[in-house]
């Protein structure tokens, strides 16, 4: 493996979760084989983006669907059709003057479901309004937010987002009453696979998906689906025009690659998925049970809110562990294990992106690790 061999670059176990940081997930046959043959042929990108778009929509069950270069590039698209619309005229205002000029710049968004990718919206111009605060929002306070200059709401899907915000349906009849968007960022939002489709029957006007986390497409794919209207008016932004948005080129390799996993996806037996994951983590709290100074728990849901289980080790003051210090060795070790750090004081453990055998690898780590003396940290 060329990665190890020549450029002397480690290997690591995940069981932290789908990061672009650890290199995202990994991608199955059908979506390499995907991605060779359409590494092999010219075609019209235009046309491809078109009949990749229209298959996604119907596998997804949505009006349209575009292919974009991860969710965050689908943040910056959303945002530019929210502003401008399918219009070109409108369009090509912005590629002259910017989007200064434009009446509807402003992006609401509450406070309890900020985060580290809502600037995605400000690289496109727009200006995030916050509301609420972190413990709650009300009604009201949305409703005096919109106004003549609201581009759309944006609105970030997770149960482990803001447990005090308002809920989507809310959020889309208060914005809809307005005549205002709504976005939905569900970048890591599967599984159910029915996310896929119920963000927009619950009233998102366009939800958008990473490629590279649960799809388990390209690394630097995403998924923009929605309003026929407004997933256009993202297109129009983007790559191969040479618009404001090109820089975030989308390759025929992502594109057969996305569709490709889209399929496969939903293939995919969910309860075969979960039994997978209980077992894993089962075995995992049944051994640390025995082990002094460790608390090992089940957690459900787990990793960003979703419907699949984790365990959550914790450390009793007299052992001298932390959360990080644990991270830290597991990820230097041999082999080396990612792991994520739940409080000062407690590990998770993912079971999701585990080849076969190497529960047991992470196990040992972590036994190695709780094992030795206090003061060896
Ligand atoms: C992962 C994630 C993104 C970014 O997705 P990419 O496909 O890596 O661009 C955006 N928003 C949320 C909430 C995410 O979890």
Known sequence: MRMREDLGIRELINA??????????LMPAPVLDAMRDAAGSFVDMFELQEAVGHKLAALTHNEAAHVCTGASAGLVLSAFACMTGPDIG??????REGVEHLPRREFVVQCGQRNPYDPSVELAGGRLVQIGNVLQTFDWELEAAIGPRTAAVLFFAGRHLGYGSLELEQVAAIAHRAGVPVIVDAAAQLPPKANLWEFTKKGADLAIFSGGKELRGPQASGLIVGRAELVKACGLHASPHQRRARSMKVGKEEMLGLLAAV?????QDEAEELDRCERIVAGWVQTLEGVSGVLATREFPGTDG???PRA???FEPNTGLHGASVRDEMLLGHPAVAI????PDAVYLNPE???PGEDLVVLERLSEI???PVGAH
Do not use: C, F, W
């Open 306 to 308: 979703r419907p699949l």
């Open 16 to 25: 932290d979760s789908m990061k672009t940081l650890l290199g995202g997930t």
């Open 370 to 372: 709780v094992g030795q």
């Open 353 to 355: 992106l585990l080849r």
């Open 312 to 314: 959550r080790v914790q």
């Open 340 to 343: 994520a750090v739940a409080a």
């Open 263 to 267: 399929e496969y996806y939903l293939a």
């Open 90 to 95: 409108e369009i090509g205002n912005v590629m």
